[in-house]
């Protein structure tokens, strides 16, 4: 198991810390001595997820706040309820996300769900954060991505999948763009000379309530396909499938612009290492592209 670096005196924002991938992240560092806040749309179920924390970690330093990607004034309430309250993070961990909506659904703004709040959602947030976060020190912003990044297409003519809505198509589109979006934070941050790491991982076929939660939506029961059954795929459990992100997050050897997945068997499993950029992201322009259309929909911008 990875081991996170300690990181006392840090503080993390955690989106999705409730469940998943994004409760072990947040055990797992705050274990190693950071504060965290875990952001989660329900509160409820947020702390229920803090006090399992504090029962593995009782010295834990927690802080459960509400955050609806789906609802870009959510965003908006959540960073400014963060400076309200004189919290500065040091490390923005977008791991939060919904997958294989089975039927074409939409955000509180009207965005396509998964387009909303897989992609618009988190690039608000970090441009509404990242003025607090350049004042911190070593400061992070981390981005979940997905191997599904591979199969994934930008479709400018249609992001919000109006003419024509596939579940896992629509998914994959989101997961390239976070990962072009977290290539792109990284460019300027080289470009600017900013102190800040924009960093990028997936989690390789990790077993989650994220292949069930979304193909949920909508029905009595998930409709099973190969996203959300696995099929024949190689899984893994959470302790190992969060490491990538764990390791784009805290660890001192993490690099600027790296992504970060699994190492083993069709590189969705095993331990963690830096992998290769898929073709479908290559290419600044495309990246530079989507940024631009995401500032104008979502009405956030660099500082």
Known sequence: ?????????????????????????????????????????????????????????????????????????????????????????????????????????????????????????????????????LTADTARVVTMSSATASFGRIDFADLDSTRRYTPSQAYAQSKLANLLLGLRLAEVATQRGWSLLSTIAHPGYTNTNLQTAGASLGRSAPKRTLLTSGGFLPTQEVEQGSEPLLFAAADPDAVNGAYYGPDGRFGLVGPTTRVAIPRSARGASLARSLWAVAEDLTGTSLP
């Open 1 to 133: 198991m990875y081991d996170v670096p300690d990181q006392q005196g840090r503080t993390f924002v955690v989106t999705g810390a409730n469940s998943g991938l994004g409760k072990e992240a947040a055990a797992r560092l705050a274990g190693a001595g950071a504060h965290v806040v875990m952001a989660v749309r329900t509160v409820a179920k947020g702390e229920a997820a803090r006090d399992e924390i504090t029962r593995r970690h009782p010295d834990a330093s927690l802080d459960v706040r509400a955050l609806d990607l789906a609802d870009l004034g959510s965003v908006r309430a959540f960073v400014a309820g963060l400076e309200r309250d004189g919290v500065r993070p040091n490390v923005l961990v977008n791991n939060a996300g919904v997958m294989a909506v089975p039927s074409r659904m939409t955000t509180v703004d009207g965005f396509e769900l998964q387009w909303g709040t897989n992609v618009l959602g988190p690039f608000a947030l970090t441009n509404l954060l990242l003025p607090t976060l």
